[in-house]
Structures are given as structure tokens and as C-alpha cells.
């Protein structure tokens, strides 16, 4: 019978070779010349000397540096490429021991020992860039820990300026520690324990001889932390090198200064702070560990008192390694929460989780990890042929003679607040952040961006058709400036010189001859053929000539063009500033004339195509009416022409969600906190995640909005208002959740109030609204707005009456009021209706007087022509045309006016005006056939 015979694998192996190649102020044991001898030392690997290695080094001069040439090399054979070799190399330290030879004979010493070696000092060279950096070679200048503890930090040092000693090595290796696959695919899982905080009294008062153990166990192939030789300490203010904030989580439910005693005054178990263990997994296990964290988001550490009690046989006690059993006497469990780890670009939780009782079917639960597996990794099986020391026993299977410690109990736990305090550190982020680029990418992709300056074909006359559309462009700016600084105290002459300065101040002066030479370029190239530049002195002179006059005359031609009189419109049209117009939207849409807000905010977009902020507000408009396709419309447009546009971005990112296109929002929302990071951003994206129930990215983007503002109650009033402004319902009704949570206890806050109502009447709770402002009045009786607020509930019942107390009120107090504009147009609107034609005319006139627009000048009018004053009347209601000619209420009035004062034909033209715009207001339609009846014209339209 033939049996096949079974080949182990192949081990990948390199060559590590250590040189030493300098030193730096080392002093022997005298003052003089010394010889000193170099040694080398890694894990349990055997290093192969060079032939001068074993030579000693005549250091003769401490002062001096010394250059070892030839380098005092050392080889060692390592295994690669494997997860053990990769931690092997990490976990472990090359130690360099530097010693001084005395040659000198003793006579206790026997002749075959060779000299006599005295340790000087230990250098210790971390070879983690091999793996973390992906390098082959590491080479610098190490500190000599000296035998007396003294290092070459500073710290030990009486005199700063004196020079440390140091070593100069280099470490090489001939190939990669880590494949190309494990490098891009791979992670290294680095933990460090700090300590365990409020450790109780029954287990603080264990024997010295006994130690603590921690274990933390990461998904897939038995990898794991383990720390042993951890030791009772009772701290004091120096123990700790940071403070309880500095954790990035906190899951202790302790508050800070409960952590800072602790930290500070208590008993804890520490480790070795120099001590950290290295965990590589490769794309495998990495993947496991994503999929772990995504599941159940807890890794749990347990933590274990063990002592060790020695085997006791007939004759003397054992001395055999491994005969000794050791007995556990305390066991906890801390879940330490790495769900962070999952946010995109993370790599780093510096964390404090509480210790609870040892439960295994709370353990499952909890952390995935059955107590089963957790034992197996603390006692690994041992291969065939092994060590035959024995697993640990549980307390109840220890010896009879073995006294072990007390139990503790949940109890002591709990009473304690126990606390585990542990740094864990990924090479790599398991969920890689993305870039810049490709942010910027991936907004382009979904909204591609519009170029400012469209280019075309060019001709001679396209140039200059180009050059005298921006000479309209700037005219137009020009005359909206000139219109902003115009004094009526200062005469013409002086007002024009003012300008000119102030142009030539600002800078507004340079920037538009910037925008205006790209046309002209254009015009030199296509219409005059110049394309190279001109070196005869004559020659460029009596071209700039000719083309100065030729800019000139297109000047006056395009200026002519564009602000030429036409006699057929029966209003001349005033060119409204730009900031009025946006003004006339908001008073229009507070009006609840959606239409004509609508129509203004077109005009804005109009005046400004390539202005982003004008396509955002729109956009916003649009939400807050509910046309959230025209939205989604609007925003893209924004962001097509700016793409770092931050809330344009975020409007497209929630339309996006509306629509459940959940890729394309993600992607949206990525870009949004990337151009605009700021804590509302990262608030509305944790609502969005909220949404998805996507737990773990929301937890993420609420940590993320906290680092900009750490109180919850301002954090979600201030995204209420963003979400008020934009008004999505599934959105504004979470946030809104969150603040009552946020309130909770304090209810009656002023701020949340205010919001409250708002929120009330935007969902067209205006009964609700009431009820809330009419309770807070009763302790805020002094502020405005809240009087502005109920004025608006009262106003949304048609309660007349109440609505114009409550507005009166809000005006007669004292203080800022972000609603008194609104306030006073629907309040001299009420006054309109309730025939208080006096009042409302006085305060129509005090709003003209402050912001003009076409609907308080139709106010003044009708107010003055209800009290008979016919011609104060028909000049308002023509004012009002001039600042928009599509008002039909104002048309209507004119018609009543001129039949009033016999004027058949003006009546008739402004009737049909108003028909013709869709006057939609019965009773004025009613009152104006009426009185023309009774005129004797009649109406000029057919039945």
C-alpha cells in the first residue's frame, strides 16, 4: 500500500539586515577611550553577524561623533507575506544593546569566557513602517536608553543644551513585508488599552501577586488583542496625559468632572502605556469585520484578574514552565461601541465604555461573540506535540488549596461605574472617505456645470453683437449703482464726482474694464484682424486711435438702442433696482399672492441668469409652495452654474430623497457637506440618513454637526428654521421631533415657542398656533414677535378683529422684530377690509415711505379714493403701475376713478387693462359695472 506523502507549504522568506552606522555622545564607564561592543536582537530570530560585527568599536572621544565604517551589520531570515510574519514584524521591537568590553583579566573569570561586556544602553527600533508605510527601508537617528534610565528625550536631563546620546541605524529588507494585494486590500487593526477606571474595592484589594488580562477578539480567523501584566495603581493628577473630553466616544453615561476624579484620584488597572498590540487582516477579514460592526456595532472586551497558583507535588514544588494553572478570580465584559469606524474616511476611536457583568447570553446578543469563542481564544488548542500546560480552569474547577478571591458582583460593577478607556487605530479607513476630486466629479456628473462665457463660433459681427451686449450689461450695473448712491441733497455735479470716486475706491471700476476685455479681444481679433502684437511705436498708436473712436460709436449706438422711449406702451416702464424686486416677491408671497411672487422671482432670474443665489431662491419658493419638480429645476440650475453652491446642493440633495433617487442624493449630500460644513448641513444629512434608517451614517453625521455646535437645543432650532424656510413636511416634522426631545423639561423656552408657532402655522395648525401663543403671551408678554406670531394665527382664521389687536400690539412694543414688515402690510390690508380707510391709508404711506412697491401704492390708493380723495388716489394707483403694470387690482381702481371724474375713454382703457390681466376680484368687478351703468357708457365688452 502506498501512502502519499504530505508537503508542508512553502514560506515566503527575506532578508532583514540591520546596520548600524553611527553614535552619538555615548560615554563608558570612565572618562576616556572605550571599546565598545554591538548587539542585536529580534523576536526569537537568530542574527548572522558580519565579519567586523563581533570586532569592538574604539570610541575615543565621547564629544565627538562617531561614524561606524565599515557598518556593523546584522541578517535575519523572516518569514512574508503571511498574517503571522506581518504581525510578528509589528508586535515586535529590533533591540540594539550597546555594551563597553573590559579586557582586563579576572582572576574569578575563566580564561575560555572571553572579555568581560557591561551593558551601556538599549536602542529599540519599531519596524511598524515596514508594514504601515508599505516601505522596504527604514533609516534614522534612535535614542539610547542608557542603563541608568536615562533617555535622550530631555525630560531626564538637568541641562537642555547638553547633547543626547543617539544611534545612527538603518534597516533594510529585500522585499515587501506585505503583497501588492494585501497592501491595497488589507488593514492593520492597532489597540492600546489605557486603563480601567473606578475599578471596585473587592477587586482592587486583590493580592499583589495577581495580574490582569484583556482580550479584545476581531471577526474572522481567530484574531485578537490580548494584554497581559496589567497592574492595580491607584492614580493621582500625573497619571493621565489627557482629559476625559479628549474621547471621541463616550458610552460611560459619566458625566466629566465624575471621569476627571477617577482619572485622576481613583484606582485603576493600567498597562503598559508603551504596549500596543497590532492585528492585520487581510481583504477577507476585513470585509467580516465591516459586515460585524454593521450588525451589531459592539466588540466586546473582557477583562480578567488571574493568579497563578504552583502545582504542589510529594516531593518539591515544581519548577517546570507551564505546570503552574492559573485561576481567574474576576471576569467583565466592556462593549465597546466601533460603529464610528464605519463613517466614511475614520481610522481612529480614542473611547470610554462602560464594564458590565459577565453574561454569555448577553455577550451573544450584544456583540456577536458566544462566550465559547471568547474562552477558545483566551486558550487557544494547542497542535499535536505541543506544550502540555493546561487550559485554565474556572473558579469552580480550581484546587482545593487555592484560595481564590471573593466574586464580584453586578453590583459592584454597577455601584462602581467601572470603565474601560481603550485607543484603537485602523491603518486605513474601512469605509475609504472620498476626495476632492471626486466630489467635484460627481456633482458634475449628475449637474454639469455651465461654462459663465459660452463659447461660440466667432464672426466680425457675433463680436459685435458680444461687445454691445456688455456694454448694456455694465450701463445696466452702472445706473442701479449710481440709482443706490443718489442724494437728493447734493447737487448733480457733486453727485456725479462722488460716483466716479466711489468707483475708483471700491474697485468696481477695474473690475468692469475686466469684464469688458474679453469683448473687445474679441473685437480686435474678428473685426480689425489683429492677432500679433504691434512693435511699430506709429503703427499701434493710430490703430488704438481708430479703435477707440469705433468703440466709442458703438457705445452711443448700443446705449441709444437699449433706453430708447417706445411711445406704445401707455405706462413708461421704470427700471425697478434689482434688491426691490426680490423684495416685491416676499411681500407678495406673505400676501398669499402666489402667482405674482412667482412672477417676480422669474424676473429675478431673468435680470441675473448666471446669479446662483437667484436660482436658490427661487428654488426655495418653489418648495415652500410645493412644486418641487420646478424646485429640483431651479437648483440644478444653480449648481450648473456654481458648483460649490452649498445650498442649492443641499435643495437638490433633498428633492433628490423626495423623489426616493437615493444614489443621487447620497452623492448630493456628500458634496453638500463638503462645499458647506457647517453643523445645519450635517443636521439635515443626519435627518436624511435618520429617514433610511441608516443608523450608523446618521450617528455619524450628528457627532459631525455637535463638533460645530455641542448644544443639541441651539443645534435643532437652527435647523428648524433652514427646514421652516424650505419647508419639506417629512423633514421639518423630524426635526421637529428632535427638538421637542431636545426641549424636554423645558418646554416653556422662548426660542422654542417661537418655533413651535411657526411650525404650527406652516402645517396650517393656525387653531394650535393660537392656543400655544396665547399660553406663551402669558410669560413673554413683552415680545414682539410672538405677538406677530399670533397675529398671523388669528389672520389664518379670518379673524379679523384679533388678528389686528395682536398686530397693533406687535408694533407698539419696543425691540428687533424680523416680522414687522409683514406686520404692517397686513395690518393696513385688515385696516382696508374693516373700512378703517384713514388708518390704513396713514400706514400704507408710512410703508411707501420705506420700501416703495407696487402693492402699497395700490393700498394708498384705494384707501384715498374710498375717503373721496380722487386725485391722491389716481396718482398712487399710477405709482403702483409704474413699479408693476400687471397689477390688475390697480388697473380696476383707475377705471373707478376716472368714471368718477367723467373720463369715458380712460375708463374704458383701464378697464379693459385690468380684464385683460385677469382681474379676479368680484366685488370690484361688481363695482365697476355698476358705476359704469350709472355713468351712462356701460360695458364696452359684449355679454
Avoid at 492585520?280 to 480578567?304: M, Q, T, Y
Avoid at 466667432?458 to 453683437?465: D, H, I, K, P, T
Avoid at 462645499?675 to 434608517?693: G, I, M, Q
Avoid at 426641549?743 to 393660537?770: H, M, P, W
Wanted: hydrophobic share 35%; charged share 25%; with cysteine.
Amino acid at each position: 500500500m502506498r501512502h502519499s506523502v504530505q508537503t508542508s507549504p512553502t514560506i515566503e522568506t527575506a532578508t532583514l539586515v540591520v546596520s548600524v552606522t553611527g553614535v552619538k555622545a555615548l560615554s563608558g564607564s570612565g572618562t576616556g577611550p572605550f571599546p565598545l561592543s554591538i548587539k542585536t536582537e529580534f523576536a526569537t530570530y537568530t542574527a548572522t553577524e558580519s565579519e567586523n560585527s563581533t570586532e569592538p568599536i574604539q570610541v575615543e572621544n565621547p564629544e565627538t561623533p562617531l561614524v561606524v565604517e565599515p557598518a556593523k551589520s546584522f541578517t535575519f531570515e523572516i518569514p512574508v507575506h503571511t498574517k503571522e510574519a506581518i504581525e510578528a514584524v509589528v508586535n515586535n521591537c529590533i533591540s540594539v544593546k550597546l555594551y563597553e568590553v573590559n579586557d582586563k583579566p579576572d582572576k574569578k573569570k575563566k580564561k575560555d569566557k572571553g572579555p568581560d561586556l557591561n551593558l551601556i544602553g538599549t536602542t529599540n527600533i519599531s519596524l511598524a513602517p515596514l508594514a504601515f508605510e508599505a516601505v522596504t527601508e527604514i533609516s534614522d537617528e534612535y535614542a539610547i536608553n542608557l542603563r541608568d534610565g536615562t533617555t535622550n528625550d530631555g525630560a531626564d536631563n538637568e541641562k537642555e543644551n547638553e547633547t543626547k546620546p543617539t544611534l545612527s541605524v538603518s534597516v533594510k529588507l529585500n522585499r515587501a513585508l506585505l503583497t501588492e494585494e494585501q497592501q491595497k486590500g488589507g488593514v492593520l487593526v492597532v489597540t492600546e488599552p489605557v486603563g480601567v477606571y473606578n475599578v471596585p474595592a473587592p477587586v482592587a484589594s486583590a493580592p499583589p501577586t495577581d495580574g490582569y488580562a484583556l482580550l479584545l477578539p476581531l471577526p474572522g480567523s481567530g484574531s485578537k488583542s490580548l494584554f497581559e501584566s496589567g497592574t492595580i495603581r491607584a492614580m493621582d493628577s500625573s497619571s493621565t496625559e489627557f482629559t476625559p473630553a479628549a474621547c471621541t466616544v463616550d458610552t460611560t453615561k459619566i458625566s466629566m468632572e465624575e471621569r476627571k476624579t477617577a482619572e485622576s484620584e481613583g484606582t485603576a488597572v493600567i498597562w503598559n502605556s508603551s504596549k500596543s498590540s497590532t492585528v492585520f487582516l487581510d481583504s477577507g477579514a476585513k470585509h467580516d469585520l465591516i459586515g460585524h460592526i454593521s450588525k451589531n456595532r459592539f466588540l466586546p472586551v473582557e477583562l480578567r484578574r488571574v493568579s497563578k497558583e504552583a502545582s504542589k507535588g510529594k516531593g518539591k514544588q515544581s519548577k517546570v514552565p507551564g505546570d503552574d494553572d492559573l485561576v481567574i478570580g474576576f471576569r467583565s465584559i466592556a462593549y465597546c461601541d466601533v460603529s464610528s469606524l464605519l463613517y466614511p474616511g475614520a481610522t481612529d476611536i480614542f473611547g470610554a465604555f462602560p464594564c458590565s457583568e459577565y453574561v454569555g447570553d448577553e455577550i451573544m446578543e450584544k456583540s456577536g461573540f458566544s462566550k465559547e469563542a471568547l474562552d477558545e481564544l483566551w486558550n487557544p488548542p494547542k497542535p499535536a506535540g505541543g506544550s502540555s500546560k493546561k487550559p485554565a480552569p474556572p473558579p469552580s474547577a480550581s484546587k482545593k488549596d487555592a484560595a481564590p478571591p471573593p466574586p464580584t458582583t453586578e453590583e459592584h460593577l454597577k455601584d462602581s461605574n467601572t470603565y474601560l478607556i481603550m485607543k484603537i487605530h485602523m491603518s486605513r479607513a474601512l469605509i475609504p472617505r472620498r476626495s476632492q476630486q471626486e466630489v467635484i466629479a460627481s456633482v458634475s456628473e449628475l449637474i454639469p456645470p455651465r461654462d459663465m462665457y459660452p463659447k461660440h463660433a466667432m464672426s466680425a459681427e457675433a463680436a459685435v453683437s458680444a461687445l454691445e451686449d456688455d456694454i448694456v450689461v455694465i450701463a445696466e450695473q452702472l445706473l442701479e449703482e449710481f440709482r443706490e448712491a443718489n442724494d437728493p441733497s447734493v447737487n448733480i455735479k457733486e453727485l456725479r464726482i462722488n460716483f466716479f470716486e466711489g468707483l475708483q475706491k471700491s474697485g468696481k471700476y477695474f473690475a468692469f474694464k475686466e469684464q469688458m476685455k474679453r469683448s473687445i479681444v474679441k473685437v480686435v481679433r474678428e473685426k480689425f484682424g489683429k492677432t500679433s502684437t504691434m512693435t511699430d511705436r506709429e503703427e499701434r498708436q493710430d490703430f488704438l486711435t481708430k479703435l477707440y473712436a469705433y468703440l466709442i460709436e458703438h457705445v452711443h449706438a448700443a446705449l441709444n438702442k437699449h433706453f430708447k422711449y417706445n411711445t406704445a406702451d401707455l405706462v413708461a416702464p421704470l427700471q425697478i433696482e434689482f434688491k426691490h424686486v426680490q423684495a416685491f416677491a416676499k411681500e407678495a408671497e406673505e400676501r398669499g399672492d402666489l402667482e405674482l411672487a412667482a412672477t417676480y422671482h422669474q424676473e429675478c432670474v431673468a435680470r441675473r441668469k448666471k446669479n446662483a443665489d437667484c436660482w436658490y431662491n427661487y428654488a426655495c419658493f418653489c418648495l415652500r409652495v410645493g412644486d418641487y419638480s420646478k424646485a429640483e429645476e431651479c437648483a440644478r440650475e444653480s449648481v450648473s452654474l456654481d458648483q460649490s453652491h452649498g445650498p442649492s446642493l443641499l435643495v437638490a440633495a433633498l428633492v433628490s430623497a423626495l423623489h426616493e433617487v437615493y444614489d443621487v442624493a447620497t452623492k448630493l449630500f456628500d458634496a453638500t457637506t463638503y462645499y458647506k460644513n457647517d453643523s445645519v448641513t450635517w443636521t439635515v444629512r443626519y435627518l436624511y440618513h435618520a429617514s433610511l434608517e441608516d443608523e450608523i451614517n446618521a450617528e455619524m453625521c450628528l457627532l459631525k454637526a455637535m463638533e460645530h455646535e455641542a448644544n443639541k437645543k441651539t443645534l435643532f432650532l437652527d435647523t428648524a428654521r433652514l427646514l421652516l424656510h424650505v419647508r419639506i413636511p417629512e423633514y421639518l416634522d423630524r426635526a421637529m421631533k428632535e427638538l421637542m426631545i431636545a426641549f424636554r423639561g423645558d418646554e416653556t423656552s422662548e426660542e422654542y415657542q417661537n418655533v413651535l408657532i411657526r411650525y404650527q402655522l406652516a402645517k396650517g395648525a393656525f387653531e394650535d398656533a393660537t392656543q400655544t401663543a396665547e399660553t406663551t403671551l402669558k410669560t413673554y408678554v413683552a415680545n414682539a414677535e410672538l405677538w406677530a406670531l399670533q397675529g398671523h394665527a388669528y389672520y389664518g382664521t379670518n379673524n379679523q378683529q384679533s388678528a389686528q389687536e395682536a398686530y397693533s400690539r406687535c408694533l407698539d412694543l419696543e425691540g428687533e422684530n424680523s416680522e414687522e414688515a409683514i406686520v404692517r402690510s397686513r395690518l393696513a390690508g385688515l385696516l382696508l377690509d374693516m373700512k378703517q380707510y384713514a388708518k390704513a391709508k396713514d400706514l400704507y404711506v408710512q410703508i411707501c415711505q420705506e420700501s416703495p412697491s407696487a402693492l402699497a401704492w395700490e393700498g394708498v390708493g384705494i384707501a384715498c379714493y374710498r375717503l373721496g380723495n380722487l386725485k391722491e388716489a389716481e396718482t398712487a394707483l399710477a405709482e403702483s403701475n409704474v413699479y408693476d403694470s400687471r397689477n390688475a387690482r390697480a388697473w380696476g381702481y383707475l377705471s373707478l376713478v376716472n368714471l368718477k371724474t367723467g373720463r369715458k375713454l380712460e375708463a374704458e382703457q383701464t378697464y379693459k387693462y385690468a380684464i385683460k390681466l385677469q382681474l379676479n376680484d368680484k366685488d370690484l368687478i361688481e363695482e365697476l359695472q355698476k358705476l359704469q351703468t350709472e355713468a351712462g357708457y356701460g360695458n364696452p365688452f359684449i355679454d
